[in-house]
């Protein structure tokens, strides 16, 4: 049985809650491999199920590479009337120092409230429809209307807020280009208002005390409130300018680049032009097809798993190698310069995120390389077929089919 049928076992019978150990063992013959992979003990069959390269990794790893996997589904949820935040940092994932992730939810009409924050924010819309609004430190103003595969970039320090729209309000991923930022410490309007003398508020909005008895005691965050009217009613009520790069970015309106195995979208500060801190690369692979064994020079990858299921594999300096399996709802996270690629393991297109704390999008691409350097010189390193040499693309393949 080979490597990857013996874990296509494991995996099956995790997912049944057997003991793959005996299964593995009976249809194996017992060869003395397949009994060193049996695991009698104590396990969770539903997470050897969707980790089936821990338990049985490709013999090709090796080493001590850190983990680059980090579930939402293992957050905590901040639960408001109104919706929900989780997140993932660099205090439960300590490898990923660059960004840190949001995953929110928002009703129809559900506010995160106006707020600002010291981070550079990055979004795009997984599901539904939001107002987002902002206001420049010239006074600009900013609305728009969100929805699924959308994006937007909020600079550092610009006050901002979300909304849910009609129907049923919104999901979506927030970045920050700081891992260790908390999305649960912002700079929030109604503490600033709760933290300020009445005296001081009267005197810096011109008006009696008595106009701020109502305002809250506590924070809002997120709350419950109607939806708002239509966005040119919203935009109309503010005189001055619009800001003069939108916040917002329609990166499903762009035509992607077309691979042999799938599509990949580019959203950086060369066509997304507010977004100067954060690029991003929207992937979608065919089934069993190959994002290709490639590495970034500029800028380490925070990754998000939107749909399908895939294996990814980090080669880190020194030799070493280690392979995790991820799933909707998934953080990965690759040092910048460690090598790596990801396969699609399920029968549906894996879609997936590649964000980077830098003003551009940069990947260096093994074939291409190897590609346009001279091949006497190649061939001295790896002894490959001369056919295989002389087929190599020039062109970056980025995504491979099957
Ligand atoms: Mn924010
Ligand atoms: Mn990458």
Known sequence: MSWLSRRRVI???????????????????????????????????GL???????????????????????PFSVAHTRVQDGGWARQVTEKDFPIAKSIAGVNMRL?????????????????IMLAGKARITAVDQQGRHFAADVGVGDLWFFPSGIPHSIQGLPPDGCE???AFDDGAFSEFDTFLISEWMAHTPKEVLAKNFAAPESAFAQIPKQQLYIFQADPPPPLADDLAQSHQPLVPEPFNFAMMAQPPIQTKGGTVRIADSRNFKASKTIAAALVEVEPHGLRELHWHPNADEWQYYISGTA????????????????????VGYIKRADGHYIENTGTDTLRFLELFRSDRYEDVSLAQWMANTPKELVQAHLHLAEDLIDHLPQDKPLVLPS
Do not use: C
Request: aromatic share 8%.
């Open 11 to 45: 995996a099956a019978t995790a997912a049944g809650g057997l003991a793959a150990g005996t299964r593995v063992a009976a249809q194996d013959g017992g060869g003395n491999a397949d009994r060193s992979h049996s695991n009698p003990g104590p396990r969770d069959p």
């Open 48 to 70: 050897a199920a969707l980790n089936p390269s821990a338990f049985t990794p490709p013999p090709t790893d090796h080493g001590d590479v850190p983990a680059f996997k980090y």
């Open 107 to 123: 009703t129809s009409g559900g506010i995160r409230e106006l707020h600002w924050h010291l981070p550079a924010e990055w979004s």
């Open 172 to 174: 979506f991923l927030l």
């Open 311 to 330: 294996r990814m594999t980090v080669f880190s300096s020194g030799g070493r190698a280690r392979t995790q399996d991820f799933a909707p709802g998934d």
